[in-house]
């Protein structure tokens, strides 16, 4: 991970549950005599977060309603930390803003993203219950109210349009694309996922989420174009734009798209434990 990641260490369940008594219910050693939880329990994975975002965070308190996704915090900082070295944060005297495309219920960018580095947050997204539990998140925590905004996109054929404002400056943008063209195709994914798991519990656990947060028609190539074509209307408006890419084979796509239209763009490379990530970002000269 980002070597400004404090996650790079493993959990300290002793501290977490400390900070969240309820977690030490989840909590076991494995056949290694080391602590964990059970991955696979969306309660126990729900609880984890709650610690974290409590103890490391200083969130008081976070949900999400059920069937929407709860993500892995680590690698979400990390995502935070890259784009805080691309925009050169320690270089920058003015309060810092940054929009997330598609903050979902969860809102876990823009919570990240004030705390860690009290950035001004703006969250958007295009459904109403995503929308009604990111704001209890932000309410939640009155340290956040005055660092994060979230918007409704009231027109889902549109990103950015609708949702900065012709006088806003953003230094960047972030997204986490959903990256399947179809249910069936998220379904095989989520199948996978559990047997790595090795467990038998049904779809809707940690590995929930819902259509605009799993699929779009195109899978995230075809979303991440749309996004690149509608960000030259605001190329004044916004430092860097940037978004995650879970694909490696779709980075020619979007490269295709971004040379055609002359973008500037680089690819940031992350790791999180044995997975391989990346984002794309780019901007227009």
Known sequence: ??????????????ALCATHPILSTYVFKNSYGIKSID????????????????????????????????P????????????????GDTDIKIPLRGLDIGTGANCIYTILGAQIYDWNMVGAD???????????????TPDLQSKVAIRYQVDNAQIFKGII????????????????ASKEMATKGTLRKLKNLKSSKSLELNFGGQANELWCNGGEALFIKRMI????????????????????????KIYKQLDKLKGVHKTIAMTQGNKQSRFVAWRFE
């Open 39 to 70: 991955f696979a329990n969306n309660e126990a994975v729900l609880h984890l977060n709650k610690a974290i975002l409590k103890h490391h965070y200083r969130i008081m308190d976070w949900n999400i309603p059920n069937g929407y996704l709860c």
């Open 165 to 180: 404002d012709a006088q806003e400056y953003y230094h960047f943008t972030m997204c986490n694309p959903p990256f399947h």
């Open 126 to 140: 295009i459904d109403h219950v995503s929308i009604e539990s990111a704001r209890a998140n932000v309410n939640a």
């Open 229 to 252: 074509k509608e960000s030259i209307a605001f190329k004044t408006q916004v430092g860097w734009f940037t978004s995650l890419v879970s694909k490696k084979e779709n980075l020619a």
């Open 1 to 14: 991970m980002h070597p400004k990641n404090i996650h790079n260490a493993p959990y300290d369940f002793n």
């Open 72 to 87: 892995p915090i680590p690698g979400r900082a990390d995502y935070i930390h890259h784009i805080a070295e691309l925009i």
